[in-house]
């Protein structure tokens, strides 16, 4: 079975500081992880995700994550917030051998950004 | 490309309704999907297509019923509308549904059961 727990229901900070949201995931399979993005009122948008590559992913507007299969965590990281970072970040896994397409989202992170 | 389209954006049904949330996609995906996202939970999968005449049911398939003619099209039905489905539904296709594949959602459709 799988399944994904994102330690922090909200996150806040102040703009241009570190961000880090938490993700640690279970999973009886190789995992493929993903982390999406929410504004509000919008549908989601997929900022990066881990495969089977390189551990450490960049993905978009600077945002990036490193698979620890020792931890089982797949945290979210950028150097310097920005105020149009503000949204729901969903933590996911899906098990990567396989064809139904499944995704088992977390509950999600609210980041506000203050100014 | 459209990507992921979905209609209505909004909709408000009284309890005992039917309705259908109609859910299209330009890429040519084998795989499509349907969640519904509710407070606190994340989003949980309805039902899912791994091509056309192809369905099987997700995590929360109570309720609905969903159906897969064309490789474009996959409507989600609600059959008689209950207040325990007001609910944010979004729909998401992939290339072949693997476990690797980036999903694309859709805008979602925000549902109101009075």
């Known amino acids: 079975a799988q399944s994904v727990t994102q330690l922090d229901s909200h996150v806040s900070v102040s703009e241009g500081t570190p961000v880090l949201l938490r993700c640690n995931y279970s999973?009886?399979?190789?995992?493929?992880l993903f982390w999406y993005v929410q504004h509000p009122n919008k549908g989601l948008q997929l900022l990066l995700k881990y495969t089977s590559a390189a551990t450490l992913v960049k993905g978009i507007n600077g945002f990036e994550a490193e698979f620890k299969k020792s931890e089982t965590s797949f945290h979210l990281t950028k150097p310097s917030a920005h105020m149009s970072d503000a949204a729901e970040y969903f933590c996911v896994v899906s098990v990567r051998s396989s064809n139904t397409g499944k995704l088992i989202f977390g509950q999600g992170t609210t980041l506000q950004v203050k100014p | 490309n459209a990507g992921v389209t979905q209609t209505p954006k909004f909709q408000v049904l009284k309890t005992g309704q039917s309705m259908t949330l109609q859910c299209a996609q330009d890429m040519n995906h084998e795989y499509m999907s349907w969640y519904r996202q509710d407070p606190g939970m994340g989003l949980r999968l309805i039902h899912y297509s791994v091509g056309a005449g192809i369905t099987d049911q997700g995590e929360v398939p109570n309720g609905y019923n969903v159906s897969r003619s064309t490789t474009e099209d996959f409507p989600l039905r609600l059959l008689s509308a209950a207040p325990s489905q007001t609910s944010v539904y979004f729909c998401?296709?992939?290339?072949?549904?693997?476990?690797?594949?980036?999903?694309?959602f859709g805008p979602g459709t925000r549902l109101t059961v009075l």
């Open positions: 999973s009886s399979y190789s995992p493929s």
């Open positions: 998401a296709s992939s290339y072949q549904g693997h476990g690797t594949d980036t999903q694309y």
